[in-house]
């Protein structure tokens, strides 16, 4: 998953999404921490469009990586860190 360009931009975006405040601008004063970021902004900060985006951030979801909640039209993207741990524990096994 990580060796390929698409895997290498879905490691980036759950880089990012780890401390979001430090790399997505707070929009209508939001903590991107406590809701999430939409895939606007994903797609804004890798310079791709945004379906591209939504996208990778759909796969991160399916595999359980990333947990969504819908807000008003939006669905903001937050990072599942246990299961992000047991899938890391799982790759260290030698899976």
Not at 31 to 45: C, N, Y
Request: aromatic share 8%.
């Amino acid at each position: 998953m990580m060796g390929t360009a698409s895997g290498r931009m879905r490691q980036t975006i759950l880089v990012w999404l780890k401390d979001p405040a430090a790399h997505f601008p707070a929009p209508n004063h939001r903590d991107p921490t406590g809701t999430g970021v939409t895939a606007r902004a994903v797609a804004a900060k890798l310079g791709v469009p945004r379906r591209t985006a939504h996208a990778h951030l759909c796969f991160l979801t399916r595999v359980g990586l990333l947990h969504t909640r819908r807000f008003r039209c939006r669905t903001y993207y937050r990072r599942d860190e246990i299961r992000i741990a047991e899938v890391a524990r799982m790759f260290e096994k030698g899976w």
